[in-house]
């Protein structure tokens, strides 16, 4: 198999011409519209992102200090985790500019691990009598 030597396309009229008829007839490169260069952010919208992202993670540090129980304190860390995760991902993903169709996939991904996730924690609840009850056996045999 002879691998050719392609020359550099110029840029002439007929060049041009061609790729448009290409492009008409649904072949080469330009009948993908959609295929470019990735969502460009400001700069100011980058900072701000970044500034609300470490404002959260302060927040996140200084409710620690207060006991909301061991419940309350998890509930809200997963709050500020979850705004912070939205963040990242609308603007740091560029879901807000991408298809919707991604952003269907992308939440379908993310409700499946909740799913099992919380499948997980339930199944937990069901063996803890047994986990008390073998805990309380070795500490009173090591006694």
């Not at 550099?8 to 330009?30: E, F």
């Not at 912070?84 to 919707?100: N, R, S």
């Amino acid at each position: 198999m002879a691998t050719e030597d392609k020359e550099p396309m110029s840029t002439t009229p007929q060049d041009a011409d061609a790729t448009a008829s290409l492009a008409a007839a649904g072949h080469g490169h330009d009948a993908h519209a959609d295929h470019g260069l990735a969502h460009t952010m400001p700069v100011w919208m980058l900072l701000a992102v970044l500034g609300a992202l470490m404002g959260l993670t302060i927040l996140t540090v200084s409710v620690t200090s207060f006991d909301l129980g061991s419940q309350g304190n998890l509930v809200v860390a997963m709050v500020i985790a979850t705004i912070k995760a939205t963040l990242v991902c609308t603007f740091f993903m560029h879901l807000l500019w991408d298809k919707k169709f991604h952003l269907i996939l992308f939440l379908t991904a993310v409700l499946f691990v909740i799913l099992f996730l919380s499948m997980t924690i339930t199944d937990r609840g069901e063996y803890q009598h047994g986990i008390d009850t073998y805990q309380n056996a070795t500490s009173s045999a090591t006694k």
